[in-house]
Nanobody, 127 residues
Framework: EVQLVESGGGLVQAGGSLRLSCTHS????????IAWFRQAPGREREGVSW????????YYADSVKGRSVISSDNARNTVYLQMNSLKPEDTAVYYC????????????????????WGQGTQVTVSS
């Protein structure tokens, strides 16, 4: 059974930092791509970052580029998203998602290529 469990969300002031964690298990493929998406009320789900663990390739949406770092600790089966200089517009539920590395690399920020999703963790940035 594939499981993705997010943690690390919370309430933070603008300018602050958070590190989100996605602990995963049970992937049925050797080459995977793991992404972070976010969804704010009334808005579409947005892909913010992605990592292809076998190669270490990464992707960042323009909205978080330069403020966020995605990394993977394969020994702990955990992918992290370090977010700095947080803004109120970063407020959203953040989801971890996983799919085949090759497919997700074609469009890392598009949700259609991801087979598995976590339940999400709330990030709220106050002004």
């Amino acid at each position: 059974e594939v499981q993705l469990v997010e943690s690390g969300g919370g309430l933070v002031q603008a300018g602050g930092s958070l590190r989100l964690s996605c602990t995963h298990s049970g992937f049925p493929f050797d080459d995977d791509g793991i992404a972070w998406f976010r969804q704010a009320p009334g808005r579409e789900r947005e892909g913010v970052s992605w990592i292809r663990r076998r190669e270490g390739a990464t992707y960042y949406a323009d909205s978080v580029k330069g403020r966020s770092v995605i990394s993977s600790d394969n020994a702990r089966n955990t992918v992290y998203l370090q977010m700095n200089s947080l803004k109120p517009e970063d407020t959203a539920v953040y989801y971890c998602a996983a799919g085949l590395g090759l497919l997700t690399s074609k469009a890392p920020g598009h949700p259609m290529f991801y087979n598995y999703w976590g339940q999400g963790t709330q990030v709220t940035v106050s002004s």
